[in-house]
């Protein structure tokens, strides 16, 4: 049986620019991109709750108010119509090309958005898997509550997930089984973990201390922003990222170059 490499992703902001809501779904809802996260971080505050529940919850409660109504129907929708940064619908096939008699190559996403639109998106097919957040609905396709959040540290969750090859939510008890590490499918030595910011700071971490590569990547568009340097800056000064490259996927971009010489030397270091 072949080994895996797993290179795992952020989406927003790692794969397409910003917020994916932001590319169109806000808009369409008429609401303001930077208010709509200003009243979540206030809610999240005033609540002494988690971020992403609030964000979950408060993109249910606007759209209701309009009579907008979100099922996964229209999430599938916005999903189909995301755009990505340069290079990324060509970029799986590419990479993929680098698995050998020994090594197979396999991407995976976890990302604090939303399931329903990622599955749907047009690089959903080259996933194994796509750990996300998710609502419940009742048999009319209405949204109840939250589901599943994924936040900055239960990022790591997924990372031991995908290590123990525990590809679901839901079972804990497998996850927190013992497994002798060389049992595991996927060990963190041969993970590449590429991310754009503060929620993915714990699981690049955790990767790069064990053994893996963890790559920040920054949106090209925004390097003159002063903000977005000091980002990047602290990413490398705190020792949370192994490599940092601009966001461009396309072939022989620094991003493209720098993916396939850590494949060579995963490679390499374990023949």
């Not at 090309?97 to 749907?120: C, N, P, W």
Request: aromatic residues 12%.
């Amino acid at each position: 049986m072949k080994k895996e490499i797993a290179i795992i992703y952020d989406v927003d902001g790692t794969l397409a620019k910003g917020n994916l809501p932001e590319q169109k779904l806000l808009p369409d809802l008429g609401i303001n991109t930077q208010a709509f996260w200003q009243e979540t971080e206030n809610l999240k505050k005033q609540n002494d709750s988690d971020g992403i529940l609030a964000y979950m919850h408060l993109l249910a409660k606007k759209a209701a108010a309009k009579n907008f109504k979100l099922s996964p129907e229209i999430f599938a929708k916005y999903g189909s119509e995301i755009k990505f940064f340069k290079g990324v619908d060509t970029w799986f096939n590419r990479i993929n090309k680098f698995s050998t008699d020994q090594y197979v190559i396999r991407h995976y996403i976890i990302s604090s958005g939303l399931h329903e639109m990622l599955a749907s998106t047009s690089i959903a097919k080259h996933f194994k898997q796509i750990f996300a957040c998710k609502y419940l609905y009742d048999e009319n396709d209405s949204i109840l509550s939250p589901a599943v959040a994924i936040n900055y540290t239960t990022k790591t969750q997924y990372l031991f997930r995908i290590n123990k090859g525990i590809l679901n939510h839901y079972d804990d008890k497998a996850l927190n089984k013992w497994m002798a590490t060389k049992d595991r499918p996927v060990p963190f030595s041969r993970m590449i973990y590429l991310g754009d910011g503060d929620t993915d700071i714990p699981a690049m971490k955790m990767v790069k201390t064990n053994g893996g590569a963890s790559i920040g990547v920054f949106d090209p568009d925004k390097w003159s922003d002063s903000a977005h340097q000091d980002k990047i800056y602290k990413l490398i000064s705190e020792d949370r990222v192994t490599y940092v490259a601009p966001a461009d996927y396309s072939n022989s971009s620094q991003l493209d170059i720098l993916i396939k010489g850590i494949l060579g030397r995963i490679i390499n270091e374990n023949k």
